[in-house]
């Protein structure tokens, strides 16, 4: 049962929603009991046993159905989110729409992109590779995006035939509530989708139960390694899309001023908390001292905002207190080694989780800005003299999520981005947005990929099925 409160901290650990932009707790929600999960284990294995065995075009509409009601309710989806994490408005209720476009994408291509693939043979006979489920997964979602990551993973494998055990962050119980809600409303049939509000040790629990055959989560890096091993250690495949360190390379510029506002709104969407976000700007040196100074033009004279309202001028909250001070810990670490504090880097006193944005350069590899990653509103901007300096700067981190290169020469551009160690690579736009383009990273960003076609392919059986002739 839920519980009111306007204490600053949780009297417990578990699931509760804080405002970040005052501190304030708002609700409690009791942490599930080893009984629930059991329970939610057997609604998945029970749901899947009927789901597997509906027609996936009639699984299509629900799917769709499931989409259509993120849109509907995406005003009062948006309220939520914010009150949860401080994501500005706006950007919420976009998040929610957004939902609408997986769900109708996997619902519209979903039927062809599971469809049998005959295969040559050569020794006669028929072959051909089937894509079936494999089960109930588990799905374990970050704050960030409260919203669009469940759907993500929940969009494809609805469409499969899997079911879905999802355990959402401790922060947004509302959020995880609402799309259960959602789901229950548009037709998805018990047990194919349920919502666990469980704690870290259950879900070691859940991981290692055999009927669980999969499991997905975003997160951090630390997050993903504790994860990878639980799944590795009971042979269940995992797909893990973890921490970015991006670069956001401009080797040359017609619109300088242009082009530090697009790099500025890139770096502080949803107040620079982003996986994929352009952590590292790396710009060519003739043209380095003026992006900057549009930059910190850009950054300065910001107030704290409510991001209910989003008043002109104003900036909105990091999701946490501890995450507003860990950014600024960041930051002061890098100055007091040397780093130049062109703008912000002011962490403004709490309750609520307020840090002035911020624009950093002169980092050195002694300084930890150089190699973590950066998860809020700070703009780290690097100089470099060449083309190749810029890749070999893009490629010095252990993350490999995306990156993107921009140049009034196309081919130029191009040829950089080819070089980059990235599961995700863009000439002149920031990031390819769309429910049909896939995402993931390589080195320490994880492995598997959501959306797009390749997001149908990571919890299925392909099996082989052959009939000799």
Not at 72 to 79: P, W
Not at 251 to 263: C, E, G, N, R, V
Not at 302 to 315: C, H, I, K, N, Q
Not at 412 to 441: C, D, I, Q, T, Y
């Amino acid at each position: 049962m839920a519980v009111t409160s306007t204490a600053q901290t949780p009297t417990a650990p578990g699931y509760r929603v804080l405002n970040p932009a005052t501190g304030a707790i708002l609700e409690e929600f009791a942490t599930a009991t080893d009984t629930d999960i059991q329970e939610a284990l057997a609604a998945a294995e029970n749901g899947y046993q009927a789901w597997k065995n509906v027609d996936i075009n009639e699984r299509a509409k629900i799917v769709a159905r499931v989409g259509e009601l993120f849109a509907e309710r995406a005003d009062e989806l948006a309220a939520i989110a914010t009150a949860e994490m401080g994501k500005p408005l706006s950007e919420s209720k976009g998040e929610a729409e957004f939902c609408k476009d997986i769900f109708e994408y996997f619902a519209t291509e979903g039927p062809g992109l599971a469809a049998n693939q005959e295969v040559k043979t050569f020794g006669g006979g028929k072959a051909i590779i089937e894509r079936l489920p494999v089960g109930p997964l588990l799905g374990i979602m970050p704050w960030n995006y409260p919203f669009y990551q469940v759907a993500r993973f929940a969009a494809p494998n609805l469409m499969l035939g899997n079911t879905i055990v999802l355990k959402h962050a401790e922060t947004c119980p509302r959020s995880a509530l609402a799309i259960q809600a959602i789901m229950d409303d548009a037709g998805v049939p018990a047990g194919v989708y349920n919502n666990v509000f469980a704690s870290h040790d259950q879900i070691a629990t859940i991981i290692a139960d055999p009927r669980i055959q999969g499991v997905s989560l975003t997160g951090s890096e630390r997050a993903g390694a504790i994860i990878g091993e639980q799944a590795g250690r009971n042979l269940k495949k995992a797909v893990l899309e973890l921490g970015g360190s991006d670069p956001y390379v401009i080797l040359d510029s017609a619109d300088i001023k242009a082009d530090a506002a697009t790099a500025w709104a890139t770096r502080m969407e949803n107040t620079g908390q982003a996986c994929n976000s352009n952590k590292r700007m790396i710009v060519m040196e003739d043209i380095f001292d003026d992006f900057v100074s549009e930059l910190t033009a850009l950054a300065t004279d910001l107030v704290p905002g409510d991001p209910a309202e989003e008043v002109a001028g104003t900036f909105a909250p990091l999701s946490s207190r501890a995450a507003a001070e860990s950014l600024a810990a960041q930051v002061k670490d890098a100055v007091d080694k040397g780093a130049t504090l062109h703008a912000g880097g002011t962490l403004h006193e709490g309750p609520g989780a307020y840090l002035e944005p911020t624009v950093l350069t002169g980092i050195t590899k002694d300084m930890r800005a150089y190699y973590e990653e950066l998860f809020g509103p700070v703009a780290v901007v690097y100089k470099v003299t060449s083309d190749e300096e810029a890749l070999d700067l893009a490629n010095d981190t252990q993350y490999g999520l995306g990156g993107a290169v921009f140049s009034t020469d196309p081919a130029r551009a191009a040829k950089v981005a080819a070089g980059l160690e990235s599961g995700m690579a863009n000439v002149n736009a920031p990031s390819a947005e769309g429910a049909e383009m896939p995402f993931g990273g390589v080195k320490r960003s994880g492995f598997g990929r959501e959306l797009g076609p390749l997001g149908m392919d990571e919890f299925v059986n392909k099996r082989l099925f052959y009939v000799a002739g």
